[in-house]
């Protein structure tokens, strides 16, 4: 943080910042790096970082691609034609859905850097956004950077969150500008069929707002494909949809997404882009067109990796005393905070049980209002790990119980 100088206003008196809430998550980092720093061995299920290596043949591309002179200066803020036809090329393959690539594509520095920019094109101050909550953050603090008004709508499952859009629709004076969908869910992990874009498609177009769908997960579930929102038909006219390399190759540090989908609000990204940067660093675009066209194989075993440490963590913190529910998809679990924790809150749940079980979590608060009681766990470490991890939480939980009872 830049100090200010004497007779300056703090940082926290800048507009947009004042629109930010305080960062929930920073009290526990910080106490993560405080543990970290006296030797403690913290089992870190807090960050959704993938630990997987990038598959060897998109490094191997990107170190050719690096050797040639002419890839190392400024690239184009709409991505290389290449890659934006290889993002065409997995739409249909995946999907069934045809995309140009001139004009229904824009290459992003991750999905990330796309819904925010976005935002920032589309928004107008005091526009009503409707938001999932829980969600990822970004969904409402993109907008809200942008001058909007968010109205969180519960949103622990596919389902409760199509009703809450209708509910909320029905009481309004007037519709949002945009709708913001995410499934497979950060956090929940709960997917969305077809039926809830057919309906979210029409109810857009019956009242007139925007549809915005983060499909950063797409390629990790454990049940059902997720499908994409462009495989209801006219969904082009009033959607926009983000996607991601990070989870699906091991790709997080890469910055390498899509946002794809009605060629106005394209247009409208690639505007707003091309004042703010000059796309990806070009031998990683390059590489990013390995990824979607070389073998997938890679993503069968890493979705295969999740599974299972998804099953070992909901089988062992079980035998731990710490039921959880087994998500549909993504690269987490949203797991209640256990009965004789919940008056603690996440947040204080999350610090004592760093502390004293040298496990990592996210509190779920951090994700909306409707996040509080729960916790938010990724799939990042190894299955040794995880087993370590629900032996130290078993640990946990009977020298409180212990001591509860002394104190009876």
Same mark, same amino acid.
């Given at each position: 943080?830049?100090e200010?100088l004497?007779?300056?206003k703090k940082?926290?008196?800048?507009?947009?910042?004042?629109?930010l809430?305080?960062y929930?998550?920073?009290?526990?980092?910080?106490?993560?790096?405080?543990?970290?720093?006296?030797?403690?061995?913290?089992i870190?299920?807090?960050f959704?970082n993938?630990?997987?290596?990038?598959?060897?043949?998109?490094?191997d591309? &990107?170190?050719e691609?690096? =050797?040639?002179?002419?890839?190392? /200066?400024?690239s184009? $803020?709409? *991505?290389?034609?290449?890659?934006? =036809?290889?993002?065409?090329?997995y739409?249909?393959?995946?999907?069934?859905v045809?995309?140009?690539?001139?004009?229904?594509?824009?290459?992003?520095?991750g999905?990330?850097?796309?819904?925010?920019?976005?935002?920032?094109a589309?928004? !107008?101050?005091?526009?009503?956004i409707?938001a999932?909550?829980?969600?990822y953050?970004l969904?409402?603090? #993109?907008f809200?950077?942008?001058?909007?008004?968010? =109205? #969180?709508?519960?949103?622990l499952s596919?389902?409760?969150?199509? !009703?809450?859009v209708?509910a909320?629709?029905?009481?309004?004076?007037?519709?949002?500008?945009?709708?913001?969908?995410?499934?497979?869910s950060?956090?929940?992990?709960?997917?969305?069929d077809?039926?809830?874009y057919?309906?979210? %498609?029409?109810l857009?177009k019956?009242?007139?707002?925007?549809?915005?769908?983060?499909?950063?997960?797409?390629e990790?579930?454990?049940?059902?494909?997720?499908?994409s929102?462009?495989?209801?038909?006219g969904?082009?006219d009033?959607?926009?949809?983000?996607?991601?390399?990070s989870k699906?190759?091991?790709?997080?540090?890469?910055?390498m /997404?899509?946002?794809?989908?009605?060629?106005? &609000?394209?247009?409208?990204?690639?505007?707003?882009?091309?004042? &703010?940067?000059?796309g990806a660093?070009?031998?990683? =675009? %390059? !590489?990013?067109?390995a990824?979607?066209?070389?073998?997938?194989d890679c993503?069968?075993?890493?979705?295969?990796?999740?599974?299972?440490?998804?099953? %070992?963590?909901?089988?062992?913190f079980?035998?731990a005393g710490?039921?959880?529910?087994?998500?549909? *998809?993504?690269?987490f679990i949203?797991?209640?905070?256990?009965?004789?924790?919940r008056h603690?809150?996440?947040?204080d749940f999350?610090?004592?049980l760093?502390?004293? !079980?040298?496990v990592?979590?996210?509190?779920g608060?951090?994700?909306g209002?409707? #996040?509080?009681?729960?916790?938010?766990? *990724?799939?990042?470490e190894?299955?040794?790990?995880?087993r370590?991890? $629900?032996?130290?939480?078993?640990?946990?939980?009977?020298?409180?119980?212990a001591?509860?009872?002394?104190?009876?």
């Open positions: 943080m830049i200010p004497p007779g300056e940082y926290e008196e800048f507009f947009r910042i004042k629109r809430p305080p929930v998550f920073e009290s526990v980092n910080t106490l993560k790096a405080e543990l970290r720093k006296d030797g403690a061995d913290i870190d299920f807090g959704g993938p630990d997987m290596p990038t598959p060897r043949h998109i490094i591309k &990107l170190i691609t690096v =050797q040639k002179p002419k890839t190392t /200066g400024y184009v $803020s709409r *991505g290389i034609l290449g890659l934006r =036809q290889s993002c065409a090329r739409y249909k393959r995946r999907f069934g045809d995309l140009d690539p001139a004009d229904e594509i824009v290459a992003t520095i999905s990330k850097e796309g819904f925010a920019n976005l935002a920032q589309i928004t !107008a101050p005091g526009d009503i409707y999932p909550d829980p969600s953050p969904h409402a603090y #993109g809200i950077i942008a001058g909007a008004t968010i =109205q #969180g709508i519960a949103a596919a389902n409760e969150y199509l !009703a809450g209708k909320a629709l029905a009481a309004a004076d007037k519709p949002p500008m945009a709708v913001v969908v995410c499934f497979p950060n956090p929940t992990g709960y997917i969305a077809l039926s809830f057919e309906e979210i %498609v029409a857009a019956q009242h007139d707002f925007i549809v915005l769908s983060d499909l950063a997960y797409s990790i579930y454990f049940t059902a494909e997720p499908p929102i462009f495989q209801v038909e969904a082009k009033v959607a926009v949809e983000t996607i991601s390399l699906t190759y091991s790709m997080a540090g890469w910055r /997404g899509f946002a794809v989908g009605s060629k106005r &609000l394209i247009a409208a990204l690639a505007r707003v882009k091309s004042y &703010l940067d000059y660093f070009t031998p990683i =675009q %390059v !590489a990013a067109c990824a979607l066209d070389g073998p997938q993503v069968e075993m890493a979705r295969a990796v999740y599974r299972s440490r998804r099953d %070992v963590m909901i089988e062992s079980a035998r710490w039921n959880m529910p087994s998500p549909d *998809g993504s690269m949203w797991a209640p905070i256990p009965e004789p924790f603690l809150g996440s947040v999350a610090k004592l760093m502390r004293e !079980a040298d990592a979590v996210s509190p608060v951090g994700f209002a409707n #996040g509080e009681g729960y916790v938010r766990l *990724g799939l990042v190894n299955e040794q790990r995880i370590q991890a $629900s032996r130290n939480i078993k640990a946990f939980f009977m020298r409180h119980a001591s509860d009872a002394k104190s009876v």
